[in-house]
């Protein structure tokens, strides 16, 4: 039976975070009751309680699921090859249809609106961030020390590099047409390659 339930709440709880995230993506954070996700997840609200504790709770769940989706894209960031083909394939992930499309714009910002009034969602990201940091940082001095790349100040060509990234994956959408995101990308890697002073392919 305990292993039943537990069973059921292993199934559950990821497909009320689901419910949980369409809603916000569709009504946004403030709309997205727990009512509501209950009524998306076909569930009693009274069972989402039981298995988060409190919609805050909840939000601190999806927060978690959402930066593990881009934890996992992190950790596919290149580590090994010849330097001139990691260079390549660091940047052919960072501007690619599946990391720009790897979680909803509007609950994206919806998270990182409320990492401004909630501190443990501000660590979450600011962590996530860091090792995001800390992975450029020591790609940029393996590339420069093989002379793939020519920068003066890693961490600042780093911090240029993460900005232009995520930048140009929010809000790409607002300023350049539909159908161009190919385009865009191969704009983006360029401006990247300067930045790096690294040569053009």
Not at 53 to 77: C, Q
Not at 167 to 186: L, Q, V
């Amino acid at each position: 039976m305990t292993g039943r339930k537990r069973q059921n709440a292993e199934e559950r709880k990821p497909a009320i975070l689901k419910a949980f995230y369409e809603v916000i993506e569709a009504e946004g954070f403030e709309n997205a009751s727990v009512a509501k996700v209950a009524k998306q997840a076909g569930v009693h609200a009274s069972l989402i309680i039981h298995y988060f504790g409190s919609k805050e709770k909840m939000v601190m769940a999806l927060v978690d699921e959402v930066l593990h989706t881009y934890a996992a894209l992190f950790a596919r960031l290149p580590e090994g090859g010849a330097p001139p083909e990691r260079l390549e394939r660091l940047l052919a992930l960072i501007w690619s249809r599946e990391w720009h499309d790897a979680a909803s714009f509007s609950v994206v910002f919806s998270f990182l609106a409320l990492s401004h009034r909630d501190p443990s969602v501000m660590d979450r990201v600011r962590n996530l961030y860091g090792h995001y940091r800390t992975y450029l940082l020591q790609q940029m001095a393996l590339l420069s020390e093989a002379g793939v790349i020519r920068v003066d100040d890693p961490t600042a060509s780093a911090e240029a590099l993460i900005s232009l990234s995520e930048g140009s994956h929010y809000f790409s959408r607002y300023h350049i047409e539909a159908g161009t995101f190919d385009a865009h990308c191969r704009h983006m890697t360029e401006a990247a390659r300067k930045i790096l002073g690294a040569e053009a392919t």
